[in-house]
C-alpha cells in the first residue's frame, strides 16, 4: 500500500474486487483500489474513498466484484505460427516432416503479420499483457504488437542454415537489424536476437550473437536443454553440456531468456540461476510433446527467475496463459511426488513478477505496485467454476478459464473489456489469415 | 449416415457445423445433419435439403459453423461437493484434516441439492450431457438432476463407518433405497450404489452392497486402485490387491464402473477388461493430487470401457470435461514416453461414446446416430484458439475451451445455448449456496 501522488482528473480507477499485488509481501486487499495515471500505477491498497472521489466517474472502472491481478506475461512464443495450430498434430517427429518445410514454403512478411496478430487476439483475450517472441520476420510480428498495443521482447530467430527469412546466418543478423528498427521509438516492444538453440547454429555463429547482443545491449532469447538429443551432440562436439557450453559461449547472463530447460542438472540450475538467466517453463508443449516434465519447482524453490510460456500455437497448441496455471501445478506435484510443492500462489507468481524477473523487466511489470506499469488484468467471478472462493489464488490456478478474463489493460490503456479487442479487428484478421490457411491446406494434401 | 424416419413437423434440425458422430467408423461430416424428433435422434448425416426442408424454420438451428459432437460424458464426480472447492488447496491430508470433519459437520439435503444445482450449471455450460455421480442425500442429487434435464448415474455414498447421512452401513441402505425411489419415474436419472472404497467398508458390507445391486439390478460405483495405502490394506487384511479383492466380493462386473485404477497391475486391467466393468480416468484430480498417472492409454488399447471424469470438484478443481481432454492427451503422452499415443480421436473417444461405456449406456447414448438419444454438444469456432481447424478432434482436444460451447441438447431438449442455461436459475442457486459457503468459511476459522 502506498500513495506517491494524489490522483488528477485524468486518472483512472479500477475498483470494486479483490486486489492480488503479487508485490514482495503478498499484499491483498479483499476491496482494493488502483489508481492509474498516464501508463503507470500511482495507487494500489485498499479501498479509500477519498482518492476514489477525486476520479471523474467516467473513468471508474467496476470490476463487479471480480479478481485484480499483474496481466498475465507469457515468457516464450512464436507468434507467427499460429497459422500451424493442429497440424500433424499427434504425429511423430512433426517439427521436422511437416513444419519446417511448410515454413520454408510458406512463411513470408504478410503470413508472420496476420498469423502475429490472430495470436495477439487470443493472448489479450486471454489476459497477457507481455509475452517474449521468437520468429522469423520478427519485424512483422513487432508491427503487429506495436498496432496491437501490447508489451513484448520480439527476437528474431537465428540460424546457421537457412530459414524462411535468411538464407544463411549473416542474412539473419540483417532481419535482427531492421527489427531493431522497427523498435527503436517503441515503449512497448524491446527488440531480441534469437538464436535458434545450441544444435542450430554454429559455435562461431553463436559467439558472434553474442558479441552482437552484448555490444547493442539486447536480450538474448533461446531453447535449451529442450532435445533428448541435445546433451549428447554438444558433449560429442564441445565436451560440454548444453548449458555450460551455451555459457562458454557467453549466452547465460542477465539478458538472456531460456526456454525450455527440461534437461537441467541441478548444476546446470546453479549456473542459470548464479548467471540471472532467465527461465521460460513451457509445461502445455513440453507434455505435448513427450519430452518431460521440466524442473520447474527445483528451479522455483532454488530462486530462480522461473517465468511460463505457452511455447507457439503449433506446439501447446493455444496462447492461453490461464490453462498454463493449474498444468504448472499439477505436473509438478506429480514430479515431486507431493501434493504440496507449487502452490496456487507460487503458481501466480511465476505467471506474473516471476515471468518479469524471467524477462529481466520486473522493474517496470509483474506486480501491482506504485510506479510500476499499468499492466492489468481482471478476472470475473461470474462462472460457475469461479464459486465459491474460499483462496483468490486456488481459484484463478485451479478453476479459471480464459474466458473469464474481463478486462486487460496495458500500459495505462484498455486493450479488451467484456470479451471483446479494443485495438484488433479479429473477423478481418481471421479473413485475411484465410489465404494462408488455404495454402497451408493444400500442401498438406 | 443413415435415414430410418422420415421427419415430421415436430422435429429439429441441427445444421450448418461439422458433424463428428464418434460412430464405430468415426464417420464425420463437413457440412453435416442431425434431425432429432422427441427425444431421439431420426437423422445424422451430410446435409440434405430434401430432409431439410421438411423442418419448421423455428425448429432449425444454426451450428453456425461450428463442431456437432455427442454431449460429453463425465464418468465420476460428486455434485454435492462443490461448495467446498478450494478449500484448504496444497495442504497436506487434506481429505482427512478438512474436509471429512466438515462434511460431518454441514452436509445437510438442503446443501447437496443446492451444490448438485450449482455443479450442474457448470457442467451443462460446459457441454457435459451425462454424469456418474456419488454422494451423500443422493436423492437431492437425483432431483436437482432431474429439475435440471440432465442425464445421470446417480450413486448414493455407502460406508461402514458413520456419515453425514447415515449413522452406519444399515442406514445407508436406507439412503440408497430413498435413492431408487427418487429415480423410479424418471427417465434421465439411473439410482447406483457407491459404495466408497476397499479400504471404508468392512468385507461383509461389501458384499451386502453387492447382492443387494445384484437383486435391484443397479450399477456400481466405486473408488478403486487410487491410494497408495490401498493395496498393503488390502493384502494385509484379505490377501487380495485391491481390484481382486472387489471382484471376490462379487463388485466387479457389467454393472460397475470403478473410478481412478491409478495402481491397476495389468494384470488387475485384464480383469477389469474380462468382466466389462467401466474405468472412469481422472486426470486432473490425480495429478493435483500429486497420485500418480493412472495408465489409461494401456487400458485404451486394451479395449477396456474407459471413461473420464472430472472427480468432485474439491479434488479437480471444476466439472470442465473440456479442459480434461488435453490433459489426458498429454499425461499419456508423457507417461508412456511417446508423443503419438492417445492421439485426440481417442480422448473425444473417451469423452463420448468411451464414456458411454463406461457406464455402460452405449446402447443409447455416446455417439450420433439413428435411433440415439439426442445428447449433444455444439462447439462455436468464433474464439482465437479455435481458428484454424485442420484437423477437428486436435482443435477440441487441444485448444478447446469449456466457454466455445455454444449449445446444449439433453434427451432432445434444449438446455443450454449461447452461454445461457435454460433450466437453472444460476443467480438464484448461488444466492442459496451463499448461506452454506458462510458456514464453511466460519468453520475454517
Keep these: 500500500m502506498n500513495d506517491r501522488t494524489a490522483a488528477t482528473d485524468g486518472s483512472t480507477a479500477i475498483y470494486n474486487g479483490m486486489l492480488l499485488t503479487m508485490d514482495a509481501s503478498f499484499h491483498q486487499y479483499d476491496q482494493g483500489l488502483l489508481i492509474i495515471e498516464d501508463s503507470s500505477i500511482t495507487y494500489a491498497g485498499p479501498f479509500r474513498q477519498e482518492l476514489f472521489s477525486r476520479i471523474a466517474p467516467e473513468q471508474r472502472i467496476d470490476a463487479e466484484g471480480g479478481l485484480i491481478i499483474p496481466g498475465l506475461i507469457n515468457t516464450h512464443t512464436h507468434l507467427g505460427m499460429s497459422l500451424f495450430r493442429s497440424l500433424a498434430d499427434d504425429s511423430a517427429d512433426r517439427l521436422r516432416k511437416v513444419l519446417i518445410p511448410m515454413e520454408k514454403a510458406l512463411v513470408t512478411p504478410q503470413l508472420v503479420y496476420y498469423a502475429s496478430l490472430h495470436s495477439i487476439s487470443e493472448m489479450l483475450l486471454g489476459g497477457t499483457t507481455t509475452c517474449a517472441d521468437m520468429y522469423f520476420f520478427a519485424d512483422q510480428s513487432a508491427r503487429a504488437l506495436q498496432e496491437s498495443g501490447m508489451r513484448a521482447v520480439v527476437g528474431s530467430s537465428l540460424s ?104 537441467a542438472s541441478e548444476e546446470d540450475r546453479k549456473l542459470l540461476i548464479s548467471r540471472s538467466c532467465g527461465i521460460a517453463h513451457n509445461v502445455s508443449a513440453n507434455s505435448k510433446s513427450a519430452k518431460g516434465i521440466a524442473p520447474a519447482y527445483e528451479f522455483y524453490r532454488a530462486g530462480a527467475r522461473l517465468g511460463l510460456g505457452t511455447d507457439g500455437p503449433m506446439s501447446g497448441n493455444t496462447l492461453d496463459m490461464v490453462h498454463l496455471l493449474g498444468m504448472t501445478a499439477k505436473l509438478q506435484k506429480l514430479k515431486e511426488h507431493d501434493a504440496t510443492v507449487m502452490q496456487a500462489r507460487a503458481v501466480l507468481e511465476t505467471a506474473t513478477i516471476g515471468g518479469a524477473r524471467a524477462l529481466h523487466m520486473e522493474d517496470r511489470i509483474g506486480s501491482l505496485e506504485v510506479g510500476k506499469k499499468a499492466d492489468i488484468t481482471v478476472f470475473s467471478v461470474a462462472s460457475p467454476a469461479m464459486f465459491p472462493i474460499y483462496d483468490p489464488y486456488s481459484a484463478l490456478v485451479y478453476s479459471a478459464s480464459p474466458s473469464d478474463v474481463s478486462l486487460v489493460m496495458i500500459d495505462g490503456k484498455i486493450v479488451s473489456s467484456q470479451r471483446r479487442l479494443h485495438t484488433i479487428d479479429t473477423a478481418a484478421v481471421r479473413e485475411a489469415c484465410r489465404t494462408f490457411t488455404g495454402q497451408i491446406a493444400a500442401k498438406m494434401l
Design 160 to 263: 546457421s542454415a537457412a530459414g524462411p527469412d535468411a538464407a544463411e546466418f549473416s542474412e539473419g543478423l540483417e532481419r535482427l537489424r531492421e527489427l531493431m528498427q522497427a523498435c527503436e521509438h517503441s515503449d512497448l516492444t524491446t527488440a531480441a536476437a534469437a538464436p535458434h538453440a545450441p544444435y542450430s547454429l554454429e559455435r562461431e555463429d553463436l559467439l558472434s550473437v553474442s558479441r552482437f547482443a552484448a555490444d547493442h545491449r539486447l536480450p538474448v532469447l533461446s531453447h535449451l536443454a529442450e532435445m533428448p538429443f541435445e546433451e549428447p551432440y554438444t558433449l560429442e562436439r564441445y565436451g560440454l553440456r548444453p548449458v555450460p557450453f551455451y555459457d562458454s559461449c557467453g549466452l547465460i547472463d542477465d539478458r538472456s531468456v531460456m526456454a525450455h530447460c527440461i534437461f
